[in-house]
């Protein structure tokens, strides 16, 4: 209900329905945009590093004997990994035993893996382009990324390495 003051202006009422209205408006927008906070919350989320860590923490005794058995290899592996266009590069991986020659009978896999975002990983298909030597190309855009490189024999890993490297 309104009502006039002495100098003309109409003075409105607080009522019980203006209060509810007032109530229902204010929830109203923060439900909105919490809903819109959650949407995008759940569409940028890349998912997770470890999906149970009860299996992380028993793998872990395997990963730490397969680095002991890694070491006495005392391999020494090099990879260079440079830009060749904006959005691809080419890994050169070389491989030398003790004796400075290349193990015989190994194979190399690598992965560029986004530090951040799982959907952003690039395998890269690296294949013996000499002896221990072996190459291939990746569609990887600039940052930073985990570069892993494994050598296996058979189905047996023999090496692996995971280095942050930069991509400009």
Request: aromatic share 6%; charged share 25%; net charge positive.
């Amino acid at each position: 209900m309104a009502r006039a003051h002495q100098d003309g202006r109409v003075r409105r009422e607080l009522t019980g329905r203006m209060v509810l209205l007032w109530l229902i408006a204010f929830f109203g927008v923060v439900f909105a945009v919490n809903g819109i906070l959650v949407r995008a919350a759940t569409s940028t989320f890349g998912g997770l590093e470890t999906a149970s860590s009860y299996q992380a923490g028993l793998a872990f005794d395997k990963e730490r004997a397969a680095a002991a058995r890694q070491d006495e290899l005392h391999w020494t592996v090099t990879g260079k990994l440079r830009r060749t266009a904006p959005d691809a590069a080419v890994l050169t991986v070389s491989v030398q035993g003790p004796d400075s020659r290349a193990p015989a009978g190994i194979s190399a896999t690598a992965r560029l893996i986004h530090p951040a975002d799982l959907r952003h990983d690039h395998d890269i298909a690296l294949r013996a382009v000499g002896d221990g030597v072996f190459s291939g190309q990746a569609v990887a855009e600039a940052g930073q990324w985990d570069l892993e490189i494994s050598l296996l024999r058979g189905d047996e890993r023999m090496f692996r390495s995971l280095t942050r490297v930069r991509l400009e």
